[in-house]
T-cell receptor, first 111, second 112 residues
Framework: EADIYQTPRYLVIGTGKKITLECSQT?????MYWYQQDPGMELHLIHY???????EKGDLSSESTVSRIRTEHFPLTLESARPSHTSQYLC??????????FGSGTRLTVV | AQSVTQLGSHVSVSEGALVLLRCNYS??????LFWYVQYPNQGLQLLLK??????LVKGINGFEAEFKKSETSFHLTKPSAHMSDAAEYFC??????????FGTGTRLQVFP
């Protein structure tokens, strides 16, 4: 039973399009994260948030942006998608008691 | 800065054989260490974690890992592999900030 939801699971989109990847959690966690995962490679932190109206860039530079207007919602937006953005994007949330919970990911392909 | 090194991007074992996945870490502060498993087209599932206390940590599905500070290692083991163990395994380290730093992953194949 997933407590963190990502939509869509798969997305194929043309170059130059604006896209938003959705992430929602029902656990009331303050901390949320976006990781980018290329095939056969480690996960890289691209954005994180420690609460409403708090967002920070992660260790890997990304052209995407995020917002945190509500505790449960942490969407990621690409204003103009490019083939170099093709990757899997994983959303996660965490709390001190329960650790990390990951979503199932969005596999993005930009053609 | 913290980092994780996973030795061996691919490991193959026979069903019933010992599974050993290697992880070494670098951390300037006492680390929190994790092993995650990822099945195809899925997110990450926590297998086990070390924070403080007992250095031998038991996780789900029969996996365990031992924190060895002197060797800066946190290797994952399972006495007897099962076909369902075939997946990608990630070692990760975090500090008090809660941000996870992942290794490059090890793909485990299990042959009948």
């Amino acid at each position: 039973e997933a407590d963190i939801y990502q939509t869509p699971r798969y997305l194929v989109i043309g170059t130059g399009k604006k896209i938003t990847l959705e992430c929602s959690q029902t656990m009331g966690h303050d901390k949320m994260y976006w990781y980018q995962q290329d095939p056969g490679m480690e996960l890289h932190l691209i954005h994180y948030s420690y609460g409403v109206n708090s967002t920070e860039k992660g260790d890997l530079s990304s052209e995407s942006t995020v917002s945190r207007i509500r505790t449960e919602h942490f969407p990621l937006t690409l204003e103009s998608a490019r083939p170099s953005h093709t990757s899997q994007y994983l959303c996660a949330s965490s709390s001190a008691n329960y650790g990390y919970t990951f979503g199932s990911g969005t596999r993005l392909t930009v053609v | 800065a913290q980092s994780v090194t996973q030795l061996g991007s691919h490991v193959s074992v026979s069903e019933g054989a010992l599974v050993l996945l290697r992880c070494n870490y670098s951390s300037s502060v006492p680390p929190y260490l994790f092993w995650y498993v990822q099945y195809p087209n899925q997110g990450l599932q926590l297998l086990l974690k070390y924070t403080t206390g007992a250095t031998l940590v038991k996780g789900i599905n029969g996996f365990e890992a031992e924190f060895k500070k002197s060797e800066t290692s946190f290797h994952l083991t399972k006495p007897s592999a099962h076909m369902s163990d075939a997946a990608e395994y990630f070692c990760a380290v975090s500090d008090y900030t809660d941000k996870l730093i992942f290794g490059t992953g090890t793909r485990l194949q299990v042959f009948p």
